[in-house]
């Protein structure tokens, strides 16, 4: 959108209330969602939750291209629709929710730093292992993506994404990693993340802020798959901050509306889709 | 434990222009880092990438574990071989270090691709000219299109664009989100003098190996600069350690236009040369046609005797008489 019709759409987004029949879309949750697209859709909804916004989780199998920017997931509000956790949050603050106003200036150049820590690192470590891993881009990841698909669209739309990956994977130097490194940046990432966070409740101390909110949706995510090997779920549960961290933040918003939800929800996210 | 003495390991880069010791981001940052560790490295400064060791500037040979090229691998190496400035830094601050590099890349880093390589102006007056002026023949007509379609690439395939062209809306929303990060950055370093109190780290490198060329290669184009420039705390900072680590390039910039007629110059330019050269060929042109037009005829000198030509049946020994008569009437 350019730099006018934003601030025309967010005035326009000030004015209105946040309307009952909020929806989140994402992919369809037990067969083809991804890894990488489940903790953006978790981190959107648990930023959601953190201020008290309710919203439907609508799951349809073309949300990828029904999103404004091509990627998921995206929330419809009135007649608007907005995409990616950045822009949301921008949204909801032009409504007046934010949960970062009582940040300092520095905390604030902090927030943002640690974000662009876990879209560099750990997004794109996730995407690598979807796409640029041989095996688990086999087993798990084509399968999935094409599942609502029929011959032969499955195999072009998977083999098209994939293509597309890996051409960004190399365009950023990420291509001649092996899993091994990349494992390794993993770990890395978790353990700055770990530092970070120290001994408090949440990042910045005593409320939660949409940092937390995506450090959640990538982590739960990673700790509640299932994917060719356990390595990666294993470089994040050796920081035990971390794991406190989930569970403190999946029982104080997630809990007490329908536990069910992503529970069962991550752990289908499994090859084939048997319950684990 | 006894230390092995190896050969100091060499690093090639992209040479500098205009008080800066290189003109590539990333080559400045392995510069940088390698001034505030103390690493003594052997520093080539060339302009031809394929004479590097990996074929790609900046690359550093080792003598033992063969040659790296992305800044981050020789950061790594030269921290493995003990040369650290990361050594005092925190726990906290080490994480720190790993995010703000984050927002760097993500944030600032498509900004100065697309200044430096997508917008046309730009692209055209500083950046290609100067590295068609300075790779050498034959290279300077392939290279640097080249450099500039991986740039399109890279920022097209990052930002999920399929439409980057040298428009409005994806620069303004790729300067907006430069402008965020600057300000952050400014906000901070504060009235610190690097980023981690009085030492640098390897942030200090990144955020170095950024903003230089940016705040000293004239851009015709450039909100960028200005922005930059507004904030005086980072200009300071970048000022501050190119006058510490750098001062020897710093000087050597302006003075190196003066010995151009001693080096061979085949990279600089050839102006007492340039006169001699075009006399030179435009001689050769005319010796060239004069001697065409001798050799087919079209102009000739006739030895033969004038009289024998003007009056062909007198005979020779009354000519010099027979002449002035002839002249008389």
């Known amino acids: 959108m350019s730099l006018a019709a934003e601030a025309f759409v967010s005035q ?21 969602i991804l890894l990488s697209d489940h903790a953006s859709s978790l981190a959107v909804q648990a930023y959601l939750r953190m201020c008290n916004l309710p919203v439907q989780v609508a799951c349809r199998a073309n949300a990828e291209y029904m999103s404004p920017s091509g990627k998921v997931p995206f929330i419809h509000i009135g007649n608007q629709v907005v995409s990616e956790l950045g822009p949301i949050v921008q949204f909801i603050k032009a409504k007046g929710h934010s949960l970062s106003d009582g940040l300092g200036e520095v905390q604030k150049a902090e927030m943002k730093a640690y974000m662009e820590l876990v879209n560099n690192m750990l997004l794109t470590a996730e995407l690598y292992i979807q796409w640029c891993d041989e095996n ?18 499955n195999h072009v739309l998977a083999y098209q994404k994939q293509w597309e990956v890996r051409r960004k994977m190399k365009a950023i130097g990420w291509a001649g990693k092996t899993l091994d490194q990349v494992y390794e940046d993993v770990s890395q990432c978790c353990q700055a993340l770990s530092q970070r966070l120290g001994t408090q409740p949440y990042f910045f101390n005593k409320q939660p802020t949409e940092l937390d909110a995506l450090v959640f949706g990538h982590l739960f995510t990673i700790l509640t798959t299932q994917l060719t090997s356990d390595e990666l779920g294993e470089k994040v549960k050796n920081y035990s901050n971390l794991l406190s961290f ?5 029982q104080n918003y997630f809990e007490d509306h329908d536990k069910d939800s992503i529970t069962s929800s991550t752990s289908r996210l499994s090859k084939g889709s048997s319950l684990m | ?57 900046p690359a550093l040979k080792t003598s033992e574990d063969g040659s790296l ?37 993500e944030k600032l880093l498509p900004a100065l691709i697309y200044a430096f390589w997508v917008d046309s102006k730009n692209y055209v007056e500083v950046t290609r000219r100067w590295y068609a002026e300075n790779i050498p023949f034959p290279l300077n007509f392939y290279l640097p299109t080249r450099m500039h379609s991986h740039a399109l690439d890279r920022l097209r395939l990052v930002r999920g664009d399929s439409g980057l062209e040298p428009g409005d809306e994806a620069e303004k ?35 170095f190996g950024q903003l230089a060329p940016l705040l000293k290669v004239k851009l015709p184009n450039c909100k960028l600069q200005q922005h930059l420039k507004s904030l005086d705390n980072l200009c300071h900072y970048c000022s501050h350690i190119l006058d510490l680590y750098f001062q020897n390039e710093a000087s050597d910039g302006p003075a190196r236009k003066a010995p151009t007629p001693r080096e061979d110059g085949s990279d600089f330019d050839n102006e007492p040369h340039k006169r001699r050269n075009q006399f030179l ?27 024998n030509a003007l009056h062909g049946r007198r005979a020779p020994q009354l000519a010099g008489d027979e002449v002035d008569d002839e002249d008389g009437e």
């Open chain 2, 69 to 105: 090229s992305q800044p981050h691998k020789i950061i790594i190496h030269l921290r493995k071989q003990k040369y650290n400035a990361d050594y005092d830094l925190s726990a906290k601050e080490g994480a720190d270090t790993l995010a703000f590099i984050s927002l760097l890349e």
């Open chain 1, 136 to 153: 688990t881009a086999k087993e798990i990841t084509r399968p999935r993506f094409s599942s609502p698909y029929t011959w032969p669209l």
């Open chain 1, 12 to 32: 326009i987004a000030a004015a209105e209330p946040w309307p009952e029949n909020a929806a989140l879309y994402q992919p369809l949750k037990d067969d083809q």
């Open chain 2, 173 to 207: 929303e790729l300067y907006r989100d430069a402008y965020e990060c600057m300000t952050l950055l400014s906000q901070r370093l504060g009235t610190q003098k690097f980023f981690f109190g009085d030492f640098p780290s390897s942030l200090d490198a990144y955020v």
């Open chain 2, 281 to 307: 060929s435009v001689l050769v042109a005319l010796g060239a046609m004069v001697g065409y037009a001798f050799l087919t005829g079209i102009v000739s000198i006739q030895r033969s005797d004038p009289h």
């Open chain 1, 246 to 250: 989930c569970r403190r933040i999946e």
């Open chain 2, 1 to 57: 434990m006894r230390k092995k003495m190896s050969a100091p390991s060499e690093l090639y880069c992209w040479k500098g222009e205009r008080g800066l010791p290189s003109v590539d981001p990333d080559c400045l940052t392995v510069l940088a880092y390698a001034k505030f560790a103390g690493a003594p490295l052997k520093v080539h400064k060339i302009a031809n990438p394929w004479r590097s060791p990996t074929g790609s500037l």
